[in-house]
């Protein structure tokens, strides 16, 4: 116990044991000495081997009826230890007749720490102590579970896309020292669908099973991750491709017979995968591995879904992705170094201008005007389609189809179609007599940022209304209709018009058009080729065009390449041709200023 400095003096002065009065000075020392200790000497029979003795002089208090006060105090020669007496029993003359006593000293911790106020300092230090270990704890775990939550997807708990990448250059390097993986892609097909269908949370519910199910399909080595919305992937660690197939094959085959419960009505419904192989060898890169089975997942589900598909054997690699990196890195030089071109095909008109203006194309006056003017009907310019090439090192030109695949798969197309918008309208201002429809990707419309951009372009340049019309393929819209309608309205409000394009080649209804504020529909050209071998083709495209023109858009014949087929079409009724018998494609310098019409 630690004195206070006027208490130490006190008990210096003291000298030998005497007794105190109250009024005697420290007499108020003593007493809240004793009325401390007084407690624990009911609780204590003592430590000290003194209780039930006889008290000396030195260790007499004085006590009042029931209620003792100290009115003295002891001290022995070391000033540290004191010893305090209470009385048990008293005699006759009143005397103290059995004492308690308690001495206190350096070493007398136990006696000292049951008092009540050390047990209050006892219990905040040891909280103190806890707080201190607990935050400890928490610091030397937070970098763990920061990597944790880093490397893992948040709603299936399987490893994420950039924890995958680690994994792929981990197996590439194996593969130098013979030690043979591939890669496979899982997607789910018609996710989207499902969730439209249903809801959010009944597709989430969907991912986390089909997840769980894959990573019990797999052998320990393999590496499963969540690889985009609806895609997993496994990097499956065999030795031979063949192998790594078999995996696949039993996951297709699995989830095939899968029935997957999801929402609060525990709801039945049973799911396919599209899967695309990758072999992994030493010599790729990953963006290699992962644009091919990309390449083969996308040939699985252009095949018919619910299957496996490899194009990573040598033979394959080099018919179909032989260059995968050289066709990224040149869509990435074409935008940095501005190498992209354009060219123009004209659309001409093959009767004579006749849309219906009532309620049922759900367009005002104005819009009616704007879209006449677009394909021609008024003024001087002539509609043209612009279409993107890449100009390549050696004077070459790159068409489309050999890069924008795969500015698509990599998330560069809304770049690239930024890049049209940009240069289509410069060359408005530069040439009157045009007007031009420029295609937008499917990937850029599911964007709306890329939605804000165009129409803050658009609002900007400055353009006449009617001179800029966008085509979008017949299925853009499907994921999110409500959204790109009201874009296009907004769009339409701005003086531009829409077209759906390659109409008949996907799996949009009729009643798709009437949703969506079009100016003209273009019929695909696989229907119109297989006019001239096949009387269905010819039937296919008749019919196209009077639902066309009942919900007051105009048609349009694309891959228009011989005499024969342009008289049919203009007997048909069909409003536009375009193709390689009206003119081809061809750069801004070689189209000829023509004269109003």
């Known amino acids: 116990m630690i004195w206070p400095l006027s208490q130490q003096k006190c008990l210096r002065n003291m000298g030998s044991p005497t007794l105190l009065k109250p009024d005697t000075p420290c007499a108020g020392w003593g007493l809240s000495t004793l009325l401390v200790v007084q407690p624990l000497l009911s609780k204590i029979t003592s430590r000290?081997?003194?209780?039930?003795?006889?008290?000396?002089?030195?260790?007499?208090?004085?006590?009042?009826?029931?209620h003792p006060k100290a009115t003295g105090c002891y001290a022995s020669s070391c000033i540290t230890e004191l010893a305090v007496c209470a009385p048990v029993a008293y005699t006759p003359a009143c005397t103290i007749g059995r004492s308690h006593a308690l001495e206190v000293g350096?070493?007398?911790?136990?006696?000292?720490?049951?008092?009540?106020?050390?047990?209050?300092?006892?219990?905040?230090?040891?909280?103190?102590?806890?707080?201190?270990?607990?935050?400890?704890?928490?610091?030397?775990?937070?970098?763990?579970?920061?990597s944790y939550s880093v490397s893992r997807d948040q709603l299936t708990g399987l490893a994420n896309r950039s924890t995958l990448i680690r994994q792929i250059e981990a197996a590439i390097r194996d593969a130098k020292r013979d030690r043979r993986s591939a890669l496979l892609l899982i997607d789910i097909d018609d996710f989207r669908m499902l969730?439209?269908?249903?809801?959010?949370?009944?597709?989430?519910?969907?991912?986390?099973?089909?997840?769980?199910?894959?990573?019990?399909?797999?052998?320990?080595?393999?590496?499963?991750?969540?690889?985009?919305?609806?895609?997993?992937?496994?990097?499956?660690?065999?030795?031979?491709?063949?192998?790594a197939i078999a995996t696949a094959e039993r996951i297709r085959e699995s989830l095939e017979n899968m029935k997957v419960q999801m929402g609060a009505a525990r709801i039945t419904t049973y799911l396919t995968v599209s899967i695309g192989v990758s072999e992994i060898d030493g010599n790729s890169s990953v963006k290699d591995v992962a644009l091919r089975a990309d390449s083969a997942l996308c040939a699985a589900k252009d095949s018919g879904r619910n299957r496996v598909v490899c194009l990573s054997r040598p033979e394959e690699c080099a018919k179909d992705v032989p260059d995968a990196y050289v066709r990224i890195a040149m869509i990435e030089d074409a935008l940095k170094n501005d190498r992209f071109?354009?060219?123009?095909?004209?659309?001409?008109?093959?009767?004579?201008?006749?849309?219906?203006?009532?309620?049922?194309?759900?367009?005002?006056?104005?819009?009616?005007?704007?879209?006449?003017?677009?394909?021609?009907?008024?003024?001087?310019?002539?509609?043209?389609?612009?279409?993107?090439?890449?100009?390549?090192?050696?004077?070459?030109?790159?068409?489309?189809?050999?890069?924008?695949?795969?500015?698509?798969?990599?998330?560069?197309?809304?770049?690239?179609?930024?890049?049209?918008?940009?240069?289509?309208?410069a060359t408005l201002h530069e040439r009157p007599d045009m007007n031009i429809a420029m295609n937008l990707s499917a990937r850029s419309i599911s964007r709306s940022s890329f939605l804000?951009?165009?129409?803050?372009?658009?609002?900007?340049?400055?353009?006449?209304?009617?001179?800029?019309?966008?085509?979008?393929?017949?299925?853009?819209?499907?994921?999110?209709?409500?959204?790109?309608?009201?874009?296009?309205?907004?769009?339409?409000?701005?003086?531009?018009?829409?077209?759906?394009?390659?109409?008949?080649?996907?799996?949009?209804?009729?009643?798709?058009?009437?949703?969506?504020?079009?100016?003209?529909?273009?019929?695909?050209?696989?229907?119109?080729?297989?006019?001239?071998?096949?009387?269905?083709?010819?039937?296919?495209?008749?019919?196209?065009?009077?639902v066309v023109h009942v919900t007051g858009a105009w048609a349009v014949a694309e891959s228009v390449e011989d005499q024969e087929t342009l008289s049919t079409l203009r007997e048909m009724g069909v409003d536009f041709a375009q193709g390689f018998y009206i003119a081809r494609p061809s750069a801004l310098d070689a189209i000829a200023r023509h004269a109003p019409r």
Not at 50 to 57: V, W
């Open 48 to 66: 000290t081997g003194r209780a039930g003795q006889e008290p000396s002089l030195e260790e007499t208090a004085i006590c009042e009826h029931l």
């Open 106 to 146: 350096s070493s007398n911790w136990p006696m000292l720490l049951s008092t009540p106020w050390a047990i209050m300092v006892l219990a905040l230090v040891v909280v103190g102590v806890f707080v201190v270990l607990h935050l400890a704890v928490r610091i030397k775990r937070k970098p763990k579970g920061m």
């Open 195 to 243: 969730n439209d269908t249903l809801s959010y949370g009944a597709g989430d519910e969907v991912l986390v099973q089909v997840a769980g199910h894959i990573a019990d399909q797999v052998r320990e080595e393999d590496f499963v991750a969540r690889f985009g919305e609806d895609a997993f992937a496994v990097l499956a660690r065999t030795p031979t491709l063949d192998q």
């Open 341 to 425: 071109i354009l060219h123009f095909q004209p659309i001409i008109p093959i009767v004579a201008f006749n849309r219906c203006s009532d309620d049922s194309t759900q367009l005002t006056s104005s819009e009616h005007d704007n879209a006449l003017k677009w394909v021609g009907g008024k003024g001087k310019a002539r509609l043209y389609e612009a279409l993107i090439r890449i100009e390549g090192d050696d004077g070459n030109v790159v068409p489309p189809g050999e890069f924008i695949p795969w500015a698509e798969a990599i998330g560069l197309i809304p770049q690239v179609d930024l890049w049209v918008l940009k240069n289509v309208i």
């Open 452 to 546: 804000a951009q165009v129409e803050k372009c658009v609002s900007r340049s400055g353009l006449a209304p009617g001179r800029l019309g966008f085509e979008i393929t017949e299925t853009a819209g499907l994921g999110n209709l409500k959204a790109v309608r009201n874009w296009m309205k907004h769009m339409k409000a701005l003086g531009c018009c829409f077209a759906i394009d390659d109409f008949g080649s996907g799996y949009a209804s009729m009643a798709y058009l009437s949703n969506l504020p079009v100016d003209i529909v273009k019929i695909a050209g696989s229907i119109v080729r297989s006019m001239s071998s096949s009387p269905s083709g010819r039937l296919i495209v008749e019919a196209i065009s009077s």
